[in-house]
């Protein structure tokens, strides 16, 4: 049966897979409740919901199934363009407001939009709008007010939304290879927000502090969809070190979510201020009640450091675009560092061998996820899809195992990350956490360059620290000797003035293979 707007509210510990994210916006319980806030002041979910509709009426070329792309900063006007889209029935296509216009257009070629609306503040939109047009695309500006009067209220003749619909087409960060559409229904969401609100504890208490992109799982549904399943209220922030700091110790924020490097870029600027600010920050982001790591590999000095400052340890998890969260260290138990945790409620996890059969605990392999969450499909790679699920299994291509307790580990991509020297398997994520440790390495990033008698050769690009010379890098190899079996520390160091990164801070292991290939 077909599912409009409820009006019924249900508790999110007993809803199905049936409820969509635009049903829990419009439950009438949350009307009074603040939804968002961003530079421009804070939204009720009424308010909110108004602006949807109002949207939703906007985007009148676009047609159920249709993809609408969407290049607007995080806030209100980027989450109302999103719930209508969804209330037209069609696809949202967020786009990186940070990517230059021949990353933003190869995903207009790829998901060919039949409408894309634009921010005019940001300087592609323009070239935007006119590379859109030129392909076909409908294009649409926020107006510099789009807040209407009076809240519409939903039409119940329009054609209502259905669990199966296709919801959200975001594209992986082609860290291996050109960007991947990732298809997900509303089900799919349903599962992933579900599994996260129930494991994490959200509840309408919750105020979380978003400064994360929209274009990317992490912050479409970690931070603000399961904010807004909630009925919490999502307070868009800036990457200021300091501001960001400022607000943590606020006392209003419940939950923080970032990468690594954004906790990097924090303890430094902590470690710089005068000591009675490092109190107020470090007293004050004591009282949230939960502080999350994802995205990449957290190093364990960044998160003993943390501890250190906070009192906090933070919860490592690991997902991907294809299957939202899959593993998580325990809100409640013991947070391993360097480990993600086990399966979360409702996901089932395997490691295999490369024939795709299950290994003993402890034994390295590929992780392979199942359930609800795993997405519908890459968007039109048919051949590609069926090559990445074998069975139900969703293949991550990422090495792993798991050790006592169920916990995972991840060691690496298996293109990138699992370097073949020798006859050895190396996990340059194991190399990389060691090297850390060296006083004098700010960052590392290893990979594997083809090599006529090893097949390939361990290689490290590494950041000084602050203090150190460059020529610290000739001792690197006898300080690994004494860490690492010898067939694990890299012949070759390259020092470099930063890693190459994308925008969610993962490191671009392909850019680092370039760097000692030329």
């Known amino acids: 049966m077909r599912r409009g707007i409820s009006t019924d509210f249900q508790d999110p510990k007993t809803t199905t897979t049936d409820t969509t994210l635009p049903d829990r916006v419009a439950d009438p319980s949350l009307a009074n409740h603040i939804a968002l806030v961003d ?14 509709m109002a949207w939703r009426d906007r985007l009148e070329p676009a047609k159920p199934g249709d993809r609408i792309a969407c290049l607007v900063p995080p806030g209100r006007t980027h989450v109302a363009i999103q719930l209508g889209i969804w209330a037209r029935r069609g696809i949202a296509v967020p786009l990186a407001v940070s990517h230059p216009l021949p990353e933003l257009e190869y995903v207009l070629d790829d998901a060919r939009p039949a409408v894309v609306v634009a921010d005019p503040t940001l300087p592609q939109a323009p ?10 695309a409908t294009t649409l500006t926020p107006p510099p007010s789009p807040r209407p009067t009076t809240v519409p209220t939903p039409n119940p003749t329009r054609d209502p939304l259905t669990p199966t619909d296709p919801a959200l087409l975001i594209y992986t960060s082609g860290t291996t290879g050109r960007p991947k559409g990732v298809l997900a229904t509303h089900r799919n969401l349903t599962a992933q927000i579900t599994t996260l609100t129930a494991a994490w504890a959200w509840s309408a208490s919750d105020r979380i502090l978003h400064t994360l992109p929209l274009h990317h799982i992490h912050g ?3 931070a603000l969809a399961c904010a807004l399943w909630s009925g919490a209220t999502c307070e868009f922030g800036t990457r200021a070190p300091a501001s960001t700091w400022d607000r943590l110790a606020s006392g209003e924020i419940t939950l923080f979510m970032a990468v690594p490097t954004v906790y990097t870029r924090l303890i430094r600027a902590w470690e710089a201020a005068p000591p009675a600010t490092r109190r107020r920050w470090s007293r004050g982001a004591a009282r949230l009640r939960l502080m999350v790591s994802g995205s990449a590999a957290l190093p364990v000095d960044t998160l003993e450091r943390w501890r250190e400052i906070t009192g906090h340890t933070l919860l490592e998890r ?49 992780i392979e996820v199942r359930g609800p969450q795993v997405f519908r499909e890459y968007w039109g790679r048919p051949g590609e899809t069926a090559a990445a699920l074998r069975d139900g299994w969703f293949q991550t291509g990422d090495e792993g195992c798991v050790e006592a307790g169920g916990y995972y580990r991840i060691l690496g991509r298996r293109s990138v990350d699992i370097v073949k020297t020798g006859g050895y398997k190396v996990s340059a994520l194991e190399v990389e956490e060691v090297y850390r440790a060296h006083p004098a390495v700010r960052d590392v990033a290893v990979v594997g360059v083809p090599h006529p008698e090893w097949g390939e050769q ?19 190899r006898a300080w690994g000797k004494e860490r690492l079996a010898p067939y694990k520390v890299p012949h070759l160091f390259m ?23 030329e």
């Open 39 to 52: 530079d421009d002041g804070h939204c009720s979910y009424a308010e909110l919901l108004g602006d949807a």
């Open 127 to 136: 070239h935007l709008e006119t590379s859109a047009r030129t392909r076909g």
């Open 220 to 222: 479409v549904v970690n």
């Open 318 to 366: 690991y997902g991907m675009t294809e299957i939202g969260m899959a593993l998580s260290n325990p809100l409640s138990g013991e947070r391993r560092p360097g480990h993600v945790g086990p399966p979360l409620p409702g996901v089932e996890a395997r490691v295999v061998d490369e024939e795709g059969r299950p290994v003993a605990r402890g034994v390295q392999g590929e």
């Open 458 to 476: 361990l290689c490290a690009a590494w950041v000084p620290a602050e203090g150190f010379e460059v020529s610290a890098g000739t001792e690197m």
């Open 495 to 517: 020092a470099v003035p930063d890693l190459p990164r994308n925008t969610m801070g993962k490191v671009q292991k392909t850019a680092v293979h370039r760097i000692f290939r």
